[in-house]
């Protein structure tokens, strides 16, 4: 069965600390898509990244970098040199393609608060 | 280029009273997606509108029901409402019902039932 376990629920670090978030999920299908997003406190949920199944690239986007390793089916989120405006809850998803629709799968989220 | 807006932002309803809630997607996308988030839990799946249609549906009951007008907005509607119900729903939308699109999300409503 499909499923993300995000295990870590809350996280606090300090202004400038680098902080790896974890994502750990589970799928029966050869393709499918992985996300994350943000949401503040205001309630929005804010698109970070999409990564699919063929690409373990990892990616470098200024402050923000994704690991993805189809090995351990892990696709960690790492924020470098924190900033007080990045405390939100992260959420990772999980997309399969069989189910022809593209129903998004989210982990229980990880609580991030950056303190000056 | 506007985003995906939803209505109202708040709204409180008791035990039993029907709800509506409204959402508007981004621009060129033609499918929107339903969430709700318990507080502290991460977004589940209710539906999903394609082409006027509910095309996929989550483990929700019946009581929630939905419409997909041919402008693309959508509308979820909540009967005979639990306090359970109690919680912040999400609009998302995409092209092509998001098999391969990103799902971009609204504001979201929060919803309280007394």
């Known amino acids: 069965a499909q499923k993300v376990t995000q295990a870590q629920t809350e996280i606090s670090v300090v202004e400038k600390e680098d902080v790896t978030l974890d994502c750990v999920y589970e799928t029966r299908d050869t393709t499918y898509y992985l996300f994350w997003y943000k949401q503040p406190p205001s309630g929005e949920l804010v698109f970070l990244i999409r990564r699919n199944s063929f690409d373990e690239q990892n990616e470098i986007s200024g402050r923000y970098s994704w690991n993805f390793q189809k090995s351990t089916s892990s696709f960690n989120f790492t924020i470098t040199a924190s900033q007080v405006v990045d405390s939100a809850v992260y959420f990772c998803a999980l997309s399969e393609s069989y189910n022809q629709g593209g129903k998004l799968i989210f982990g229980q989220g990880t609580e991030l608060s950056v303190k000056p | 280029d506007a985003g995906v807006t939803q209505s109202p932002t708040h709204l409180i309803k008791t035990r039993g009273q029907q709800v509506t809630l409204r959402c508007s997607p981004k621009?060129?996308?033609?499918?929107v997606s339903w969430y709700q988030q318990a507080l502290g839990q991460g977004p589940q799946f209710i539906f999903q509108y394609y082409e006027e249609e509910e095309r996929q549906r989550g483990n929700f009951p019946d009581r929630f029901s939905g419409h997909q007008y041919p402008n693309y907005s959508s509308e979820l509607n909540v009967n005979a409402l639990l306090l359970g119900d109690s919680a912040l729903y999400l609009c998302?939308?995409?092209?092509?019902?998001?098999?391969?699109?990103?799902?971009?999300f609204g504001p979201g409503t929060r919803l309280t039932v007394l």
């Open positions: 998302a939308s995409s092209k092509d019902r998001g098999v391969t699109d990103t799902q971009y």
């Open positions: 621009s060129g996308h033609d499918t």
